[in-house]
Nanobody
Framework: QVQLVESGGGLVQPGGSLRLSCTASGSIFSINAMSWYRQAPGNERELVAGIVSGGMTNYADFVKGRFTVSRDNAKNTVYLQMNSLKPEDTAVYYC???????????????WGQGTQVTVSS
């Protein structure tokens, strides 16, 4: 079994910062892609940022220059550093990890439980 645990959400004022983390545990051979998504009320879930095993990253245009995604392979953890937060960043943030449990396993996508980020004065 594989479990993902997210942490780091909360209430922050506009212009503030938060750092989210997502740690995977259990039977893991390797983790390829690690991504962050978010979903605001009434909206579809959308990709925020991602990082692959080689370290290449990608970002949605609405977070470029403000958010930074990183990973610690030894800890099976992905981070999302969020700076210059705006009220429109308010959403539930979910991590998504493509995890291989065995050497020949093509991998499955696992989701974190979600963490609420609220940006408000």
């Amino acid at each position: 079994q594989v479990q993902l645990v997210e942490s780091g959400g909360g209430l922050v004022q506009p212009g503030g910062s938060l750092r989210l983390s997502c740690t995977a545990s259990g039977s893991i051979f390797s983790i390829n892609a690690m991504s962050w998504y978010r979903q605001a009320p009434g909206n579809e879930r959308e990709l925020v940022a991602g990082i692959v095993s080689g370290g290449m990253t990608n970002y949605a245009d609405f977070v470029k220059g403000r958010f930074t995604v990183s990973r610690d392979n030894a800890k099976n953890t992905v981070y999302l550093q969020m700076n210059s937060l705006k009220p429109e960043d308010t959403a539930v943030y979910y991590c998504n990890l493509l995890i291989r449990r065995k050497v020949l396993d093509p991998g499955l996508n696992y989701w974190g439980q979600g963490t609420q980020v609220t940006v408000s004065s």
